[in-house]
């Protein structure tokens, strides 16, 4: 069983949409707290006054807003806040706003609803680095699980250090396998039996992590610490949980 950090997420759903689609349970069900207001429709500067009382309330690690909600989360004034926009709306709704600098953008090539070159601009003219635009999906809504774990590794990764390096091109970004997964393999030595021990590391909780995971050999937990360089390579620690009690 994995323990991972809690993070609290204030999530801003698009126009028409409604709290608890599928992006917010996506988060939920890996973990995180999702705090998700209700929006108004049709009045813009009611919805930017109802998001901007649930970031005072709830005081979040990290913004993530979908179409019309990125554009809200775009005006939110909380420069300081991490944010993740989704096909961002800006140009239909709310108008043109400086993208803060730790933020990330998921986007379409195919999106028929908010053109792609929309985010482009957005950059170029907040002067931000074209590797935080991160090209995902098939579509506008970005629910297929390749987006889906995307979107939950660019929030893991905006509260950690690797985040910079994205933005300076390294290749951080976590590849996919065959099932879109993101996923990489390390390997330890259990500190019961001796035995060494291949194990899948999910990449998208970032770049430093710690869980406990049973040795599938003598079934003994080992507390597992793991670090992923910029380059993709694996680094796995292992003790075992006992010696901590």
């Not at 030595?189 to 050999?217: A, F, K, L, R």
Request: hydrophobic letters at 35%.
């Amino acid at each position: 069983m994995r323990q991972v950090k809690s993070m609290r997420v204030l999530y801003l759903h698009g126009w028409h949409s409604v709290p608890g689609g599928i992006k917010p349970q996506s988060l939920e069900s890996r973990g995180l707290e999702v705090i998700q207001p209700a929006l108004d429709d049709d009045d813009w500067d009611l919805a930017l006054r109802q998001a901007t009382d649930a970031w005072k309330q709830s005081q979040p690690d990290l913004l993530v807003g979908s179409s019309r909600g990125g554009s809200i989360a775009l005006h939110l004034p909380a420069p300081n806040l991490p944010r993740v926009l989704l096909c961002p709306g800006w140009r239909r709704f709310g108008g043109f706003a400086v993208l803060p600098e730790r933020s990330l953008i998921l986007h379409s090539q195919k999106d028929d609803v908010v053109p792609f070159d929309d985010s482009v601009e957005l950059l170029q003219r907040s002067g931000r680095a074209r590797e935080q635009l991160l090209e995902v999906g098939s579509d506008h809504r970005l629910g297929d699980p390749q987006s889906l774990d995307t979107l939950h590794w660019a929030c893991r990764v905006l509260l950690e250090d690797g985040w910079r390096e994205v933005v300076a091109g390294d290749p951080l970004q976590p590849s996919k396998d065959a099932n879109g997964l993101c996923q990489s393999e390390g390997d330890y030595i259990c500190q019961h039996c001796g035995e060494q021990i291949v194990t899948v590391i999910d990449v998208s909780q970032g770049g430093h992590q710690q869980y406990v995971e049973d040795c599938p050999v003598c079934c003994v937990p080992n507390l597992l610490r793991v670090a992923i360089d910029s380059d993709g390579t694996v680094h796995v620690e292992a003790e075992l949980e006992q010696d901590l009690r």
